[in-house]
């Protein structure tokens, strides 16, 4: 089964269009964004998972109900959520912000508690990559503030409803202060859920969900934003969007924390057929090293620490040191443990890959692809074992932002009507008066 890109858009909006950025072949950016911006990037969220490349400028151009309008994409993700931006009036002005993809029970009062003096200022006590965000009458902490206060922290792994819900709110909510400087905004983007999870209902349920103003407090500020999810796409799409053309056969491997899609296309055409999600990712790697390092110096890694490790080994770094009572562990053990460890949890992506995308057992895996584009944060621990499978991988410069990059791209290409249309069939779906795009 093929699915169009503007055919499976119009499942949702009742509309079907060419999406106006669409490439040669040959060409691999699909818009006029600056891409030169990212060389600024880091290839990873820094201090605790959190990287914001800038804030956004306050914009002029504002519409009539005094809303300064935005296009997005977001990546709610189980390892880290992604938010990118761009204001109406300057689509080139773009900006992104990363934060770990934990929600924690928590209020700003209980932020207090660190300061010497009473009747401290909880706003003045946060950290920059710290966020209490209040909505619905219930406070919740949100990136690496959920990871070490709060009570009930996750990351809601493994639950699908994760994406519709309060935990992929408070993340967007969090990402979109960092970035809007205004307390009044529409923001309209595009998200993306796993290709295991897609079908119309849950891209119905994302899209009803958040297709509405949202009233709610930023570290203590208050914000008003008219949300519009205009799309809901498999993941991978972005990549897609951003590296593929419009005649290729194309592979795409998004390789999470926990998780990995692979998604085939002709084109732009998905091939539903030869695209799957499996349970492999950077946190099996770490569980399987953290197994290895306890056999011979009786501890584990915690998730900073291994992080730190894991990106030091692939960028073939100096190791930092690794210390167990109190005594520095090999470094050589170490390079033994993780050789061994890559290889294994390569070789087991690997199988799950070939699964989903070879036709029989007569051929060499994935030859009749002419694109094959690993993608995600885990893509730097990955692509080595992926290319012992599958030789000439394209090799792109931040594939962990591929995805949110690509979303907001296509959330720039809709049409005015699309928005419009967006916002007429939430509005009929939940019988709920809905905001204008």
């Not at 509309?15 to 060389?39: A, E, I, R, W």
């Not at 519409?63 to 990546?75: T, V």
């Not at 960092?178 to 295991?196: K, N």
């Not at 498999?234 to 998780?259: I, N």
Request: glycine content about 8%; overall charge negative.
């Amino acid at each position: 089964m093929f699915g169009n890109f503007t055919e499976f858009f119009g499942i949702l909006v009742s509309v079907s269009v060419k999406h106006p950025f669409l490439p040669v072949k040959g060409v691999t950016c699909m818009t006029n964004f600056n891409h030169s911006k990212q060389q600024q990037y880091s290839h990873y969220p820094q201090n605790g998972g959190y990287y914001a490349s800038q804030r956004q400028q306050p914009h002029r151009v504002l519409y009539p109900d005094n809303r300064c309008p935005y296009f997005g994409g977001f990546d709610a993700g189980s390892g880290f959520a992604e938010l990118w931006v761009a204001p109406a009036d300057n689509p080139e002005q773009v900006t992104h912000a990363v934060i770990p993809s934990w929600v924690a029970s928590g209020s700003l009062d209980d932020i207090t508690k660190r300061s010497r003096l009473l009747e401290a200022d909880p706003v003045e006590e946060l950290e920059e990559d710290e966020f209490v965000i209040a909505f619905e009458g219930e406070e919740r902490y949100a990136g690496r503030l959920a990871q070490i206060s709060g009570t009930n922290p996750t990351n809601a792994l493994n639950d699908p409803r994760r994406y519709a819900n309060e935990h992929a709110m408070t993340l967007l909510f969090a990402l979109a202060g960092l970035l809007i400087p205004e307390d009044r905004f529409t923001l309209r983007y595009v998200t993306a859920i796993p290709v295991s999870l897609y079908d119309d209902q849950r891209r119905k349920d994302i899209q009803d969900a958040f297709s509405r103003n949202f009233q709610y407090l930023w570290n203590g500020h208050a914000k008003n934003g008219n949300l519009v999810c205009g799309a809901v796409v498999p993941e991978g799409t972005g990549a897609l969007m951003l590296y593929g053309d419009t005649t290729s056969k194309t592979l795409v491997v998004d390789y999470g924390y926990r998780t990995a899609d692979v998604l085939s296309a002709v084109g732009q055409k998905i091939d539903f057929d030869h695209s799957a999600g499996f349970s492999i990712g950077v946190g099996q790697i770490v569980d399987a090293f953290n197994d290895e390092l306890y056999k011979f110096a009786g501890r584990r890694l915690d998730d900073r620490e291994a992080d730190i490790l894991l990106r030091a080994y692939v960028h073939g770094e100096a190791f930092p040191t690794i210390k167990s009572h109190r005594k520095s562990v090999d470094p050589d053990k170490i390079r033994t443990a993780l050789d061994r460890v890559y290889k294994t949890i390569g070789k087991q992506a690997n199988t799950e890959i070939a699964r989903i995308v070879n036709e029989d057992e007569s051929g060499e895996i994935a030859a009749a692809y002419d694109l094959v584009i690993p993608i995600g944060g885990g893509a730097y621990h990955f692509s080595k074992a992926l290319e012992t499978m599958i030789p000439n991988v394209e090799d792109v410069e931040h594939p962990q932002s591929a995805n949110p990059e690509g979303y907001l791209e296509i959330a720039i290409g809709f049409s005015e009507h699309i928005w419009s249309k967006v916002v007429s069939d939430v509005a009929k779906r939940t019988n709920r008066i809905t905001q204008h795009a």
